[in-house]
């Protein structure tokens, strides 16, 4: 069975910071794309960033330069670090592993971040 569990949101205040995390089970991790995209209230799922199989990354050009996503193979888990941020970055972050070849595509249950003083 395949899990992504999501885990370090919380509140925060803005300017600060927060590490996500995406553990991955049941598939091979080493081979499938992973993306962090988000939902906030009332608004649409927006994508974040991704970080493929070669370890190539990109973000979302309004996120760029706060955002930093990483994959460690090692461990099956993926991580966001997010820094210097913003009310408007208050949402529900998810994980996604996604593999081209078999369009295998899973989710996680997401993570609330808040931002708020």
């Known amino acids: 069975q395949v899990q992504l569990v999501e885990s370090g949101g919380g509140l925060v205040q803005p300017g600060g910071s927060l590490r996500l995390s995406c553990a991955a089970s049941?598939?091979?991790?080493?081979?499938?794309?992973l993306h962090w995209y988000r939902q906030a209230p009332g608004k649409q799922r927006e994508w974040v960033a991704n970080v493929d199989e070669t370890e190539s990354k990109i973000y979302a050009d309004s996120l760029k330069g706060r955002f930093t996503i990483r994959r460690d193979n090692a461990k099956n888990t993926v991580y966001l670090e997010m820094n210097t941020l913003k009310p408007e970055d208050t949402a529900v972050y998810y994980c996604n592993a996604y593999r081209p070849e078999t369009s295998e595509d899973y989710w996680g249950q997401g993570t609330q971040v808040t931002v708020s003083s």
């Open positions: 049941g598939i091979i991790f080493s081979r499938y794309r």
